[in-house]
């Protein structure tokens, strides 16, 4: 049974980068050509996709975080990662990692990690 | 950006009655929409792709339906864990989420 799990600091200070890893348990993050992604929750708010990336490598952003995000992927460690450059306190969100339902872009996210929590605060 | 506007903000149902959710769309998605739940403390769990396909383990009192720019979630008779947010979400340009629609308790 494929999971996810959400790692990294839970405490970030102003203009630092955000980083967070996403570890994929159960099967292999290469053997199946499934997208992954990270989507974003502020407390009390809804839901923001920020971006995607392929087991090759391809990634697309959120055109709204395009500047300030790098996705990459570590298939030797099953894992990928996020990265958010020049945070802010509006930055201050439960960060989730997903992976699609279907080896498309254009698909639905099916399986989720359990999130983390991340606070940009001095 | 695909703007979803889900209505209404909130819903207060009884146990057993049907709750139907909407969800509006910008521009067309054809059918790429899914529909998912989310309780407090917990991440969102998928219901519906594709417009109308339950995901996996999904019990059949949820039913999806529409296409282009309106579609609409209907539970056929709640149950006491289906109260929770509910979130549209559209996948046919990179994905945008609704602002969530609460089911409470009435």
């Known amino acids: 049974q494929l999971q996810l799990q959400e790692s990294g600091p839970g405490l970030v200070k102003p203009s630092e980068t955000l980083s967070l890893t996403c570890t994929v348990s159960g099967g292999s993050i290469s053997s199946s050509s499934y997208y992954w992604g990270w989507i974003r929750q502020p407390p009390g708010k809804g839901l923001e996709w920020i971006g995607s990336i392929y087991y090759s490598g391809s990634t697309y952003y959120n055109p709204s975080l395009k500047s300030r995000v790098t996705i990459s992927v570590d298939t030797s460690k099953n894992q990928f990662s996020l990265k958010l450059s020049s945070v802010t306190a509006a930055d201050t969100a439960v960060y989730y990692c997903?992976?699609?339902?279907?080896?498309?872009?254009?698909?639905?996210?099916?399986?989720w990690g359990q999130g983390t929590m991340v606070t940009v605060s001095s | 950006e695909i703007v979803m506007t889900q209505s209404p903000a909130t819903l207060s149902v009884s146990p057993g009655e049907r709750a139907t959710l909407s969800c509006r769309a910008s521009q067309s998605v054809s059918s790429n929409l899914a529909w998912y739940q989310q309780k407090p403390g917990q991440a969102p769990r998928l219901l519906i792709y594709?417009?109308?396909t339950r995901a996996t383990g999904i019990p059949a009192r949820f039913s999806g339906s529409g296409s282009g720019t309106e579609f609409t979630l209907t539970i056929s008779s709640l149950q006491s864990e289906d109260f929770a947010v509910y979130y549209c979400?559209?996948?046919?340009?990179?994905?945008?989420f609704g602002q969530g629609t609460k089911v409470e308790i009435k």
């Open positions: 594709g417009a109308s």
């Open positions: 979400q559209q996948y046919n340009n990179w994905p945008s």
């Open positions: 997903a992976r699609y339902i279907a080896p498309d872009l254009l698909s639905a996210f099916d399986i």
